[in-house]
C-alpha cells in the first residue's frame, strides 16, 4: 500500500533569505534522488494561520520502500547534517489511502 510521507516546518532562516533557499534546494537535489522516492514535492505555506512555513511530500511504494528511504545513508546524513541544525520546528505525517 503505498504510503504519503510528509513534513510541515519552519526553518531557523529568515524567510526568504539565502540560506532558506539553499536549504530547499538541498533537500530537493538530496532526497529526491534516494531509490524508492516517488512524487517529491516542497511546498511554501500562503496561509497566516501557520507558522510552519514549508512541506516536504513524497510517497513509497509500501512500508519496505519507506523503511529503506529512512535508513538511506543520504536521508542519514541529511537529517543530522541539515535538518537538526536549521529546522526549528517541524510536524511529520506518513498517510495512506482510507
Request: charged share 30%; glycine share 8%.
Given at each position: 500500500m503505498p504510503i504519503q510521507h510528509t513534513v510541515v516546518f519552519r526553518?531557523?532562516?529568515?524567510?526568504?533569505?539565502?540560506?532558506?533557499?539553499a536549504f530547499l534546494a538541498d533537500a530537493r537535489t538530496t532526497l529526491s534522488e534516494?531509490?524508492?522516492?516517488?512524487?517529491f514535492r516542497v511546498h511554501r505555506q500562503v496561509?497566516?494561520?501557520?507558522?510552519?512555513?514549508?512541506q516536504l511530500s513524497m510517497v513509497f511504494a509500501d512500508a519496505e520502500a519507506y523503511a529503506a528511504y529512512n535508513d538511506h545513508p543520504a536521508h542519514v546524513a541529511f537529517v543530522a547534517q541539515r535538518w537538526m541544525p536549521e529546522v526549528a520546528e517541524f510536524q511529520e505525517y506518513d498517510f495512506v489511502e482510507a
Open positions: 526553518l531557523a532562516h529568515a524567510p526568504g533569505s539565502s540560506e532558506e533557499e534516494i531509490s524508492g522516492v516517488e512524487e496561509s497566516a494561520k501557520s507558522d510552519l512555513r514549508h
